[in-house]
């Protein structure tokens, strides 16, 4: 053996030599990403080729041409990937509700679980005229409080979050989705930095307790921020610092939507009862897990 590369290899980690078709490139990436236990190799490989090129995965398919150039940037994106970088930090965007939300290393990547709160506020408040304002504590992305915002034409919201490079990706995606003139973000704390009272507050707060922080996936615990997922010893830190501040954040008639973790249904709204705020419902997302906790200062939905 003379250690040279033989006719036609492939650098694995750069992505140089011969070029190969399409789908040689397709399935080397997803044989990568299968040996990392990624789910679904084949079609996050395609995802990949994708973000690299702009060949969409249906011309990928049909192509047979060899691809030699742009083979650089995807297998670099396909070794990020394979160690679990998530999908969301490679494109630098994620779909939330009807949005098109921008996200970076400093917040919580936007879960289709998070949704169930947006749902469950155009149930309770059905009236797309009845909310003039909306306050989102620990806002993030900003996904949940544009979604709401996108629902109520005639409301004005406020997200505040601790993380000053949070409140900027905001207002970012405030511009990105049009409306950046009907929101406003700060940087400080959830209940000493806003006034006022608000028809609607929604807030998705640490709330992973510590000791199981390094049981969740490689990809959360390795990329998102610790800040944004750790809630104290039981998970619950962020509710007794949030709850008691809505009985004066609040309007009369306002209603609390609040994202829970896992075995949490019962807890916080204990928490909301030992502070005379109402439970209006607990609802589930399309995984069955309870996600949402309605509240307010009244005995029913309002």
Known sequence: MTGEPMAGAVDATTGGGTARTV??????????????????PRREARLLFE???????LEQIAQGRSVPAEVGDFMSLVRRREKKEPMAHLSGRKGFWTLDIEVTPDTLIPRGDSETLVEAVLDLRPDRSAVANVLDLGCGTGCLLLAVLSEYPHAFGVGLDRVPAAAALARRNASRNALDDRAAFVAGSWTQSVRGQFDVVLSNPPYIPTPDLDALMLDVRRYEPFSALDGGADGLDDYRRIIPALTELLAPDGLAVLEIGVGQEESVPAIARGVG???????????????????GRGSGAG
């Open 51 to 57: 973000l690299a090129t702009g060949t969409e995965p």
């Open 277 to 295: 705020l109402a439970v209006f419902d607990v609802r589930r997302d399309l995984g069955g897990v309870p996600r949402a906790v309605m509240l």
């Open 23 to 40: 789908g040689e490139w397709i399935n080397l990436a997803a044989d990568i990403l299968r040996e990392a236990d990624v789910e679904d």
